[in-house]
């Protein structure tokens, strides 16, 4: 079996939907999530509570890894594991399994030992399908939106919501920190999800997110009455990484107008509003992190010296977060990692 016909194997297997599928790896409802050019499902290799895997298609052939227990590999090790089989003491019964899969019959004989059928037709490698990159919302259709947000305690409902999450609607709303969607007026294009718009849908308490410049690029939506699908939510079709929440103390740190000496990272916009909320020192800020949030831009705002506080999830994904944060902070600052 030579390298090229491992490759064509490769390549007839590049589609993840279908791959999974095929493999019973893909789930159902929360067990998988939809990411750029594949998935994000149940690690096969470990008892996995949450989504933590992702499986790509990179440059034309499938790569995965585990961000919960870092095995990694590509389409043949999904085979392997798949079919009960060793990748390395058995490669040759996983590339039969795998040829198979993909109908690549003349390869199946070759490595059963029957004399190779030819194939139906010419192999072609599939192309390549590249996503356009996504883009932040439009700047002027964020301000819009915002300035036509009212604060929260002008919203019963979203007021009710913040009350039964132990949040006061008048420190939100003074320390500016979210404001409430208006009960009328036009709302951008991409206010929308499954059910209808933002406001349709009870999604009402909005919440601002700033790049490592300290300009609001974007905004995050999250429901305040009990109902389906998730929590949040980005602007629909648009970028929503590279973005995270901040206090007036964060801001201005990012901006570069202070050099306070003790930051708070937490996870998602609840645990975000209630660490703002309490935290009123000039020498102290607090910044708000999603997925796809952190990058080395923020890193490179947070003073050198600075002590800072990691409270993320006690699960894969917030393990994940304090892991891209630390590489990035290692050298610079003193990290204590506070599990919320």
Same mark, same amino acid.
Request: hydrophobic share 35%.
């Given at each position: 079996m030579s390298d090229a016909d491992v490759l064509e194997i490769k390549h007839a297997l590049s589609d993840p939907t279908r791959v999974l599928e095929a493999l019973g790896m893909m789930g159902q409802g929360k067990a998988r999530a939809r990411q750029a050019g594949g998935w994000s499902i149940r690690c096969p290799v470990h008892e996995d509570g949450t989504p933590s895997c992702s499986v790509q298609n990179k440059d034309g052939v499938i790569l995965w890894k585990c961000w919960g227990c870092g095995a990694t590999g590509d389409v043949l090790t999904l085979v392997a594991v798949a079919n009960n089989l060793k990748i390395d003491s058995q490669f040759k019964a996983v590339l039969a399994a795998a040829a198979r899969l993909g109908g690549l019959w003349h390869l199946v004989d070759k490595l059963e030992g029957r004399e190779p059928r030819e194939p139906r037709h010419a192999y072609v490698p599939p192309p390549v399908h590249v996503e356009p990159p996504r883009e932040w919302p439009p700047q002027a259709e964020v301000d819009a939106l915002w300035n036509a947000c009212v604060p929260t305690s002008e919203s019963e409902t979203v007021a009710a919501? $913040?009350?039964?999450? =132990? $949040? =006061?609607? @008048? /420190?939100i709303d003074g320390r500016e920190l979210a404001r409430a969607l208006p009960d009328a007026g036009a709302l951008p294009r991409w206010a929308v999800c499954t059910g209808g718009n933002w406001r349709e849908t009870s999604y009402r308490l909005i919440v601002p997110m700033y790049d490592a410049t300290g300009a609001m690029r974007s905004v995050r939506a999250c429901r305040v009455v009990d109902g389906d699908g998730p929590k949040r939510r980005p602007p629909f079709g648009h970028?929503? =990484? #590279?973005l995270v929440m901040a206090d007036l103390f964060a801001l201005a740190m990012l901006r570069g107008e202070i050099? +306070?000496?003790?930051? /708070?990272?937490? #996870?998602? #916009? +609840? @645990?975000? $509003?209630s660490r703002a909320s309490v935290m009123n020192d000039a020498h102290g800020c607090a910044l708000g992190i999603v997925s796809g949030s952190w990058t080395k831009s923020f890193a490179e705002r947070i003073p050198v010296g600075a002590r800072v506080y990691l409270r993320t999830d006690v699960d894969a994904a917030g393990d994940r977060y304090a892991q891209e944060i630390e590489s990035t902070l290692r050298r610079r600052a003193f990290l204590w990692r506070r599990q919320a």
């Open positions: 919501y $913040l009350q039964t999450r =132990s $949040l =006061s609607a @008048d /420190v970028k929503a =990484s #590279e050099k +306070p000496y003790r930051v /708070v990272i937490v #996870e998602g #916009e +609840p @645990d975000f $509003l």
